[in-house]
């Protein structure tokens, strides 16, 4: 699992590289390209990059005493009211989840999400804060809805 984790975040790395190199200065969503921080609820690193001035995609690697679980999102975000450092997002999404303990010891699922939030730079500084809602539905030993994920990110902004 540590090797496919590690391909993971290559493959994210080779994403952003690669999409940097066709985005304008001026297409840059909030002075920002890219940004890297934790997320809670659970815990988590998350990995945010901009493709145009309104697209982004983020990864996120969840770590928790259940297991883990790494989510692809595909966000539009959008301005709320006069332009600034505040914005809205939705998107689509897709995870797969490996669990350690309970019910469901030793199994892996995939699923489908979504994300609903808000999105703030801060003028002058490097940090961008979100808040969000991530419902999802997975497939495999667990096939069901889950409208608890999501959370509070905190990212240093480059």
Not at 48 to 74: C, D, M, P, Q, W
Not at 78 to 86: A, F
Not at 109 to 126: A, E, Q
């Amino acid at each position: 699992m540590k090797k496919s984790i590690v391909r993971l975040f290559l493959l994210m790395g080779m994403i952003v590289f690669i999409s940097n190199q066709n985005l304008k200065a001026q297409d840059v969503s909030n002075n920002y390209s890219t940004a890297i921080g934790a997320k809670f609820y659970p815990t988590g690193i998350t990995l945010k990059h901009f493709v145009s001035y309104a697209n982004a995609f983020e990864f996120i690697g969840y770590f928790y005493e259940r297991g883990s679980r790494l989510t692809a999102l595909y966000e539009y975000h959008g301005e709320i009211g006069n332009p600034g450092g505040l914005r809205w997002y939705v998107g689509p999404g897709a995870h797969v989840a490996f669990y350690k303990t309970g019910f469901f010891q030793g199994s892996r699922t995939v699923g489908v999400d979504g994300v609903l939030g808000l999105d703030y730079k801060f003028k002058g500084i490097p940090i961008n804060i979100s808040a969000d809602w991530q419902p999802s539905y997975e497939f495999g030993d667990y096939d069901g809805f889950s409208g608890g994920w999501g959370g509070f990110a905190v990212r240093f902004t480059f």
